[in-house]
């Protein structure tokens, strides 16, 4: 294959990096490690559940994007049971997706697979 292809692929997942870095209302970055947002079951059917950590206390807002880098979806995670909540993507089509998840304290990015 060509180099042109690899390019776009590598620049996505320079963006979509699993330790993300956001910035909060009074400009001081927030770094997220691994234990801090979690999502399950992995691969999925299409819902999702995600845990956050302790203290938040507004649903997370998460934006779908195919491997390609288009917003495939935008959806406010409903609550499901204490720091759980759910998005439900029943309606994608199998294959790897990326979520973009803003918080009360900031922005994560996940990498999801749906079967």
């Given at each position: 294959m060509?180099?042109?292809?690899?390019?776009?692929?590598i620049l996505f997942f320079c963006v979509f990096s699993i330790n993300a870095f956001a910035q909060s209302d009074d400009n001081s970055r927030i770094s997220y490690t691994l234990s801090d947002i979690s999502i399950y079951p992995?691969?999925?059917?299409?819902?999702?559940?995600?845990?956050?950590s302790e203290g938040q206390n507004?649903?997370?807002?998460?934006a779908v994007f195919d491997l390609l880098g288009?917003?495939?979806?935008?959806?406010?995670a409903e609550h499901a049971n204490g720091n759980v909540y759910t998005i439900n993507l029943e309606d994608?089509?199998?294959?790897?997706?990326?979520?973009?998840i803003q918080t009360d304290n900031g922005l994560?990015?996940?990498r999801i697979t749906i079967k």
């Open positions: 060509k180099a042109k292809f690899y390019f776009p692929i992995q691969p999925s059917n299409g819902i999702i559940n995600i845990k956050l507004e649903s997370p807002v998460v288009n917003k495939v979806a935008e959806i406010e994608k089509k199998a294959g790897y997706y990326f979520l973009k994560v990015s996940r």
